[in-house]
Antibody
Framework: QVQLVQSGAEVKKPGASVKVSCQAS????????IHWVRQAPGQGLEWMGW????????NFAQNLQGRVTLTRDTSTSTAYMELNRLTSDDTAVYFC??????????????????WGRGTLVTVSS | DIQMTQSPSSLSASVGDRVTITCRAS??????LNWYQQKSGKAPKLLIY???SLRIGVPSRFSGSGSGTDFTLTISGLQPEDFATYYC????????FGQGTKVEIK
């Protein structure tokens, strides 16, 4: 079954870090870029960044530069998102997403056909 | 970043209605526009990509159109399972999403 399985909910204090995992199954992990998106309570969707599971290359949203790290473990087909120096504004559901085709096609751009179920990260003192 | 503005932010409709949601981009972006449906407490699901391509398995009552800066998602014959929030997403540059349109039961 093609799916992305994310780790469970986290509660963190301000200033702490959180690491969310996203394990892929049912397809060739290294063939499809993984993106991360977050959604604050009652709000819309905010793109965070992407990682190429094959090369490990990553890119991030400008407003998260320096606080987010995207990594992967090809031996377990797992992608990770780590966010540092948490504040209450980081309280959100974090989703990992798979791009809808292998590689990257500039004629099409990014669209996302497979989403994890989301991981709620709550930042509270 | 390209800003995406959806309208309306919410609407009320009845089963069987034709519903149209629009998405306007802050700059021209050809057909780099995708649509998603999100139900409460769930992850979004892809409906339309490249402005008008229907994802396999999505009912044909969903359709997308537009290019440049103005795009439309149409649901022809609203079904009970279609009450949800819909988001557009541009893929011309670093991805950005519209603020969402909530479709509620009238």
């Amino acid at each position: 079954q093609v799916q992305l399985v994310q780790s469970g909910a986290e509660v963190k204090k301000p200033g702490a870090s959180v690491k969310v995992s996203c394990q892929a199954s049912g397809y060739t992990f290294t063939a499809y870029y993984i993106h991360w998106v977050r959604q604050a309570p009652g709000q819309g969707l905010e793109w965070m960044g992407w990682i190429n599971p094959n090369s490990g290359e990553s890119n991030f949203a400008q407003n998260l530069q320096g606080r987010v790290t995207l990594t992967r473990d090809t031996s377990t087909s797992t992608a990770y998102m780590e966010l540092n120096r948490l504040t209450s504004d980081d309280t959100a559901v974090y989703f990992c997403l798979r791009v809808g085709y292998s590689g990257y096609d500039p004629q099409v751009g990014w669209y996302f056909d497979l989403w994890g179920r989301g991981t709620l990260v709550t930042v509270s003192s | 970043d390209i800003q995406m503005t959806q309208s309306p932010s919410s609407l009320s409709a009845s089963v069987g209605d034709r519903v149209t949601i629009t998405c306007r981009a802050s700059q021209s972006m050809s057909s780099y526009l995708n649509w998603y449906q999100q139900k409460s407490g769930k992850a979004p699901k892809l409906l339309i990509y490249a402005a008008s391509s229907l994802r396999i398995g999505v009912p044909s009552r969903f359709s997308g159109s537009g290019s440049g800066t103005d795009f439309t998602l149409t649901i022809s014959g609203l079904q009970p399972e279609d009450f949800a929030t819909y988001y557009c997403q541009q893929s011309f540059t670093t991805p950005t999403f519209g603020q969402g349109t909530k479709v509620e039961i009238k």
